[in-house]
């Protein structure tokens, strides 16, 4: 199965953790991830004052894509729904696919819309299965209980996304979780925003925003955050200790992708799933798994 | 924008909502039935008294342009697509509230932070710049290196500036 990764900006510098897990786990279930050099930022953070280039940004890396022949995987939900937004409006309008590809031509690229996105996420579910997963575990999470954190765009807008998840009611990350073996909290909140889209012109309202959700985690019996969106992992766990310090409060709750709780379920090294790159420590985490030899 | 003055609509600029109606992502506004489902689910108003997307619709179709342009609420939409989801009428609001922010950015109007954003996407390619110490990081974690190249970013830019003109 081969996949074109997309990293977007954030998960190469800020969510590597993220990205080395979404590799390891993928290697060990046979997806083969194309890195095109080409590719850049999405066009999602210049949406709200550079719509139609941002627009385009999305559509030229599809372009890349398409002439390598290749699917899109991606680990980021805001560049998830900002590539398929594009798409879907590219695919809707004749008149539109004539405009982007006179401007792509400028570039010596052209595009017909026959590349699929799909988050990393809903790849495991839909491209390799939940049976398959379920083969490749062998360590048990049993003693451990996760709160799953959907945020916004791995969801929505709904109609950009097709027949996946219910936006109101989701269950795919539970899913994705529980075939580890490891306990879902199910409470309000799990479809929260983390207010990470206004962290650059107003962060005291992302943080208190973000608040909400790390009180809910702390006075749950949650072990941790199960995160599919590096953003939401900036504002969770990046900018934890200065929510924390913001709010007065204590939350000391460990954030994590998905593919890290993965990762572990399939007996791989806490150490080459990006443990250590982790802000909020997860020695504590760890320990409940592996007894006190954990050594971070 | 709270403010409790009765609106002069000698005053106010009727053709906004039909400006804004011709906006990606504003098309839909003439549906508002004014319900306020987009303000009772909205986090954000929930969290922040100055933002109530219900607001902002009745104040675009009233013609209050300068202050819905000029107001800081515009920026406060967090885009979390709740109130999209559930708008009984299918006004696409969180596509509205990016249509009236591309709306304000035309008129001057944008924060500081979009065009630093902007500019960094033209010169770099993505928002954080990978140089050496972050490839050497990254080859540590045992991942790629990774070199952006922003030029063809720049002549799509330059090719939509044009078409502007």
Known sequence: MKRALFLGCTVPVRARNYEMAARQTAALLGIEFIDIPGFTCCGFPVKSNAYTFSQMMSLRNLALAEEKDLEIVVLCSACTSMLAEANHKFRKSAQYRDHVNALLRKINRSYSGTVRIKHFSRMLLEDVGIDTLRKHITFDLGNISLMPHYGCHYLKPSEIHGEFDSPEDPKTLDMLIEVTGAKTVDMMGRKHCCGGALLASDNRLTYRLAAEKLHMASTSNADALCLVCPFCGVVYDDNQKLIENELEQIYQIPVLYYPQILGLAFGLDPKHLGFKLNKVKTKTFLSKLYGDMADE | ?165
């Open chain 2, 1 to 165: 924008m709270n403010s409790k003055d009765i609106i002069d609509l000698d005053r106010s600029n009727l053709s906004f909502a039909v400006e804004v109606s011709t906006e990606p992502g504003g098309e839909n506004i003439f549906r508002c039935f004014a319900c306020g489902t987009c303000t009772a689910g909205c986090p954000i108003a929930r969290t922040d008294s100055r933002f109530q997307p219900s607001a902002i619709i009745r104040m675009v179709i009233l013609g209050l342009r300068e202050q819905v342009l000029w107001h800081d609420a515009i920026w406060l939409c967090a885009g979390c697509y709740t109130c999209q989801e559930r708008c009984p009428q299918g006004v696409n609001i969180a596509d509205l509230m990016m249509a009236l922010r591309n709306i304000a950015t035309r008129e001057g109007y944008a924060p500081e932070p979009y065009h630093v954003q902007l500019n960094l996407l033209l010169e770099k390619g993505c928002l954080y710049e990978i140089d050496d110490f972050d490839n050497k990081k990254r080859v540590k974690a045992d991942l790629p290196e990774i070199h952006i190249d922003a030029r063809e970013l720049r002549i799509l830019q330059e090719k939509l500036l044009e078409e502007l003109d």
